[in-house]
């Protein structure tokens, strides 16, 4: 370029300006400068092509011909013949991969040569292997599909897995290495769902791009539906007739007003069949609700917003109610518990809304049909049962209420007025369980005197098949799981949650949001 320009100027008539700038481009720097962009501008950085195949004929016209450059990353798209034409087609691009990336391969496209070897009399198989082995550029021929992709609105939505998926254990999805592992609780971001099968998905918060294939909720229900003719039935029958007392030594011994033990189900109640409290059939387990993804958005409470419910679950004799008390005598002012109903007389020393709501087997029968109540029983001849207006009030105090009840009435609470927040108190180990029980107790109030007793080997192992079986079956509603180990241990992440319900961001389910 300089000699070229500085010949062109010196033929011109000299001027001042002229001069100037023979001066300023005769400089070694600016000389070097031009020299370099000389030998860069006539360097040719595109990828050679293959010339235009001249064979084409008059239907190939919309042929494309497109190169990409492959590194260790898969291509992020997969292919399958065609039923009926018979041809290669590209069956899938998975978002945020490699082909996606290029925006050059689109779903639908036939695939009719790669490293211009023919795929058309090859089996999908073959031209994978073809794929896996070709490093660095690969140059495929396609005709592009007519139809164009959807925009992509994807991405916006989220989703809870409410089972733990393998890809690599699923027989039924069409490439393992395409599929997306996860675990039930996950939060999972869909970036596709064109397909009605196969989902595209990524863990939330991952940065790689890359989407991973998971099945469609619509197609796992049906798989769910049908495998499962061993569903567990929830007992009819719940009883409180035993339930735990506390650890020795960390029991107060405070009395608190409208605080009682749950009415959890405790083995022999399931075995001896007297004064059973009786639940509502519908609570039974549902077979119609098949857990598999639930769509979910992130929800913060806000100051004035009344604070969620908590709901506490675990077999009896886990250690729920000691840590239940141990929260609500930890700030009385901050945290309440409901005021059962019950149709038996009040005593002497009882007052009405404190022990119990004291009311009319009539005005009783009359709730239960009203589905006013959250769970009931009956128990020598009288009714007793926790209602939703009794959380209501609790909330309306600005408090934060603390539930107990069994799992299966949670469904029935999951909604925008409550947005439960449920924490399962599991126990240790056995080997754990008998160490840190060795001088507890647990309450049987068979005789109506709550006699405590020492905890059994049986009782140990009643309460983890309990705690178990709990989990299986209702493990996705749960939202925390503190294994009540150490009583103070468990108890400080008790109210560590508690503190961080009040103020962070949590996935809950979009119907929460809106009324
Ligand atoms: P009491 O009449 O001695 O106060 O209580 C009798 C039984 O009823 C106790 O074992 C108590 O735990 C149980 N009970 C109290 N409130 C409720 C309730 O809301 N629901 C159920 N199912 N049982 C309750």
Redesign the pocket.
Known sequence: MFPKLAEELQSKPLSSEIRELLKLLSKPNLKALLSVHDTVAQKNYDPVLPPMPDDIDEEEDSVKIIRLVKNREPLGATIKRDEHTGAIVVARIMRGGAADRSGLIHVGDELREVNGIPVDDKKPEEIIHILAQSQGAITFKIIPSVKEEMPVKEGKMFIRALFDYDPNEDKAIPCKEAGLAFRKGDILQIMSQDDATWWQAKHEGDANPRAGLIPSKHFQERRFALRRPEVQIQPLK?S??KSYAECAGHNSGSYLAGF??S?RLSRKDKKTNKSM?ECKKSDQYDTADIPTYEEVAKYRRQPNDKYRLVVLVGPVGVGLNELKRKLLISDTQHYGVTV???T?PRRSQESDGV??MFISKHLFETDVQNNKFI???E?KN?Y???SLDSVRSVLAKNKVCLLDVQPHTVKHLRTYEFKPFVIFIKPPSLDRLRETRKNAKIIS?KD?KGTAKPFTEEDFQEMIKSAHLMESQYGHLFDKVIVNDDLATAYSELKTTFDRLETETFWVPVSWLHS
């Open positions: 719940i409180n007739r009682r033990r009415f409290y059962p109903h019950t038996r022990e119990y769970e009931y029983g128990y009288n007793y049962g926790t109030s109506d």
